[in-house]
Nanobody, 125 residues
Framework: QVQLAESGGGSVQAGGSLRLSCAASGYTTSSNCMGWFRQAPGKEREGIAKIWTLTGNTNYADSAKGRFTISQDNAKNTAYLQMNNLQPEDTAMYYC??????????????????WGQGTQVTVSS
């Protein structure tokens, strides 16, 4: 059974940085798609970034380009989301998600069957 556990959330001031981690367990294949999503109160869950663990190929939402970096440590089965220059509008619950096999074309919740519980990120101005 695939399990995902996020960590690294917290409270920062605008302009600060955080690094989120997502530890995965329960699967043995080295070809997986890992994604990061976020959901602010009253808003839909938004796809931020994804990475195909076999090749390291990444994709980002426009809101994340230039500030966020997704990466993967295959030896640790852990995905990361480095977030720089955080702004109050980045405040949300952040979730990691996994899909066995290749990534689909878009960063959509429907393409990821496995989800973590989320970690809160709060950015104050």
């Amino acid at each position: 059974q695939v399990q995902l556990a996020e960590s690294g959330g917290g409270s920062v001031q605008a302009g600060g940085s955080l690094r989120l981690s997502c530890a995965a367990s329960g699967y043995t294949t080295s070809s997986n798609c890992m994604g990061w999503f976020r959901q602010a109160p009253g808003k839909e869950r938004e796809g931020i970034a994804k990475i195909w663990t076999l090749t390291g190929n990444t994709n980002y939402a426009d809101s994340a380009k230039g500030r966020f970096t997704i990466s993967q440590d295959n030896a640790k089965n852990t995905a990361y989301l480095q977030m720089n220059n955080l702004q109050p509008e980045d405040t949300a619950m952040y979730y990691c998600a996994a899909r066995l096999g290749v990534c689909r074309a878009y960063i959509r919740t429907a393409d990821f069957p496995y989800w973590g519980q989320g970690t809160q990120v709060t950015v104050s101005s």
